[in-house]
Nanobody, 124 residues
Framework: QVQLVESGGGLVQAGGSLRVSCAAS????????TAWFRQAPGKEREFVAA????????NYADSVKGRFTVSRDNSENTVYLQMNRLKPEDTAVYYC?????????????????WGQGTQVTVSS
């Protein structure tokens, strides 16, 4: 059982940067990949980025590739999403998710634990 708590969301101007965090607690020893998803008002939830259990593999949606970086600090059981050169279309609620002891995937249905989400708003 894993609990995820997100933080770091806020308001930022276009072109700016923001880092959101996802702190995990519980039985993280049996956890696997962690991913970030986002959902904007009126839109479907979409995959943003994922990172493997020990950080050796990452994957990004085309829309954020080159601008966002996902990383993790296992000693702190925390996953980060560094967002650079933010655009208004990045505005959304960002969720982190963790799955069992398996590799990364962009499919939300494969993830077992979810955070509460943190709002990221990018102004023009």
């Amino acid at each position: 059982q894993v609990q995820l708590v997100e933080s770091g969301g806020g308001l930022v101007q276009a072109g700016g940067s923001l880092r959101v965090s996802c702190a995990a607690s519980g039985s993280t020893f049996s956890s696997g990949a962690t991913a970030w998803f986002r959902q904007a008002p009126g839109k479907e939830r979409e995959f943003v980025a994922a990172i493997s259990r020990y950080g050796g593999t990452t994957n990004y949606a085309d829309s954020v590739k080159g601008r966002f970086t996902v990383s993790r600090d296992n000693s702190e059981n925390t996953v980060y999403l560094q967002m650079n050169r933010l655009k208004p279309e990045d505005t959304a609620v960002y969720y982190c998710a963790m799955r069992g002891p398996y590799g990364l995937t962009s499919l939300a249905s494969r993830y077992d634990y979810w955070g509460q989400g943190t709002q990221v708003t990018v102004s023009s």
